[in-house]
């Protein structure tokens, strides 16, 4: 049984050791990237929110320049963010290559991205809550931590959810251009190489790994739904 | 007591600037039961949302235990607006938190143990302390109302605002509530004041009322006063709107109508407040003028344990005895004649 589906991935078998370094590679991107991308954007999320015109500290300059910031980066196809990166990637990493290299421009392609979905979740919160915390006497950062982040965990968890998956595949892109992971794995013996097998089984496991940021998501805003 | 004075709230919208409060002055007492009555868009909820400052006024002073709201700074205000309560028309509680976490958010910096009696304390008072452990989504609007009101009152305020706190009940949840705040005003001492655009709430519960109409002070008073002699007009239709007399009159005038009225007969309309009692009136009035009289509409309001009558009565006679009739009556009671025969 195990000959048998062993038969049809030969070249697999054969590069099995960078099959699993790079499954670890592109855990790590999706790790690291996915970390900085959330600090990130829930912060310029928050600021955005509340230096609105009608926001609970306004502060049109601020809120202006970030809301350009973010609109420019999202407006950049990620594959042109990747190379045009490259100088600032060798000065924060060290290096432009592998998946040092690609962490850079995926933080830079997924925070505003991520910024973008807590806008949203933050912007839905109902404004008579926020009046009712003032109204108790509450400081702007209460109203923040207190009201603004804990009524929007549902769609915040939404929003990371759909964020890290379309980071997922964001690392997959970064291995066009020497970036590691199993987009690189797949570029270098799938593609350049005609080995099928080995595209199918990595677009397998990123299915898996989709899935199950999907199923987590999932039970993370069912859980915090009331 | 609370005074506003001259307050003045202007938004600037694109083109032009709305006057949502102009240039209004108020006084209302310690431990009133004081309602703001308006149609919508008459300025009532800014006016309520600049005692708290949650609107500040663009001009004007909120006076509270001789501290001029509009002179503190920010962090003096977040402390004054702890001991002011509101509540209002939507309940705003926070759909993530439990009733015993919504009434518990604005005791921050108590120990647990200090918040969880508090708390139980809270629920008990407003009768709702079984739910202490739901989500909002599980609780009526009555219920919610409860817990909003246990929420605003958890730092003990001397003040508690309405914003149309009752406006998204049913009738008979709106009495229940009602009659909640009633008690509360009655055991705590507070002081409510409450926004509503009907007049059955302010007749309900209220000891004073303030009628606005476009932003301005139209008519303020005991109840008891505004509500046996409306002035103005915007105070006149809103009374109206509670019983049928107005209604009743153009009926008895329609020549069509239902009532056959003789051409010698005099139609009245008394109003009476409190101990005046009309009917033994009536009756003396109509064995001494030698008329008859015919009572054709009659409607008694109790506004705060006072009886606010009118009736519509029809007198027939001489005319000489119904001169005199209603002379007489004018001693004690107001009189309208309606028609004259």
């Known amino acids: 049984m195990v000959d048998g589906v062993l038969k049809y991935i030969p070249n697999l ?52 320049v970030l809301d350009r910031i973010v609109n420019f980066f999202r407006s950049i196809p990620f594959i042109i963010l990747l190379t045009a990166l490259i100088p600032l990637t060798r000065i924060i990493m060290g290096t432009g290559l592998g998946v040092k290299g690609a962490i850079v421009p995926l933080v830079f ?3 505003p ?34 009201v603004l982040l804990r009524e929007s965990i549902p769609s915040l968890a939404r929003g990371t959810t759909i964020t890290l998956i379309s980071l997922i595949g964001l690392t997959a892109m970064g291995g066009a251009v020497g970036g590691g992971g199993l987009g690189a794995f797949v570029i270098r013996y799938g593609h350049n190489r005609f080995m099928s097998d080995i595209t199918y089984v990595s677009v397998l496991v990123i299915l898996i790994l989709v899935s199950l940021v999907q199923g987590i998501g999932n039970y993370v805003v069912k859980k915090t739904t009331h | 007591m609370i005074e506003l004075r001259n307050i003045t709230k202007t938004f600037n919208l694109e083109n032009k600037s709305i006057h949502a409060v102009n ?5 209302i007492p310690e431990g009133s039961i004081f ?37 503190l700074k920010p962090d003096e205000l977040l402390k004054v607006r702890k001991k002011i309560g509101m509540i209002f028309q939507q309940f705003n509680l926070f759909t993530s938190r439990t009733v015993y976490e919504n009434v518990a958010f604005p005791l921050k910096g108590m120990k647990t143990e200090d918040v969880r009696k508090k708390v139980v304390e809270l629920l008990t008072l407003v009768g709702i302390e079984e739910k202490i452990n739901a989500y909002p989504s599980q609780l009526s609007g009555g219920q919610k109302q409860r ?44 002081t409510i004041i409450l926004i509503t655009h009907e007049m059955a709430v302010i007749k309900a519960i209220c000891t004073h009322v303030a009628v606005m109409d476009g932003g301005n ?52 309309r008394i109003d009476f407040v409190g101990s005046q009692t009309a ?63």
Not at chain 1, 37 to 47: C, H
Not at chain 2, 23 to 27: D, I, P
């Open chain 1, 113 to 146: 991205f991520f910024v973008r979905q807590v806008d949203m979740a933050l912007s839905n919160v109902d404004h008579g809550l926020i009046e009712a915390a003032q109204s108790m006497g509450a400081t702007p950062f209460e109203i923040i931590t207190r």
């Open chain 2, 147 to 190: 817990v909003a009101i246990a929420r605003a009152l958890a730092n003990d305020p001397d003040v508690l605002l309405c914003d149309e706190a009752t406006s998204a009940l049913d009738p008979q949840t709106t009495q229940q509530i009602l009659s909640l705040l009633n008690d509360l005003n009655r055991k705590l001492g507070i």
């Open chain 1, 109 to 111: 392609g997924a925070t």
């Open chain 1, 13 to 64: 078998i054969e590069y099995f050791d960078e099959f699993l370094i790079s499954i670890q590679e592109t855990l790590i991107m999706l790790g690291v990237s996915g970390f900085f991308s959330f600090v990130f954007g829930l912060t310029f999320g928050v600021v955005l929110v509340v230096t609105r015109p009608k926001g609970i500290l306004p502060h049109p300059i601020v809120h202006e």
């Open chain 2, 217 to 268: 002070l139209v008519e303020t008073g005991k109840v008891v006063e505004v509500f046996s002699e409306p002035k103005h007009p915007t105070t006149k239709s809103f009374v109206k709107s509670t019983h049928q007399a107005e209604r009743f009159i153009e009926l008895l005038r329609n020549p069509q109508g239902t009532f056959k009225i003789s051409p010698e007969d005099d139609i009245l």
């Open chain 2, 23 to 27: 240039n209004l002055t108020l006084t």
């Open chain 2, 279 to 341: 009917d033994p009136l009536i009756s003396h009035i109509s064995r001494r003028y030698q008329v008859d009289t015919n009572i054709v509409y009659a409607n008694i309001d109790i506004i705060q344990d006072v009886p606010l009558g009118t009736l519509v009565v029809i007198l027939s006679g001489s005319v000489e005895g119904r001169r005199s009739a209603i002379e007489a009556l004018r001693n004690s009671v107001k009189v309208e004649v309606i028609s004259h025969g």
């Open chain 2, 35 to 71: 309602g703001v009555i308006g149609e919508s868009g008459a300025g009532k909820s800014t006016l309520v949302r600049c005692i708290n400052l949650l609107e500040r006024p663009s001009n004007g002073e909120v006076v509270h235990h001789d501290v001029d709201f509009m002179r």
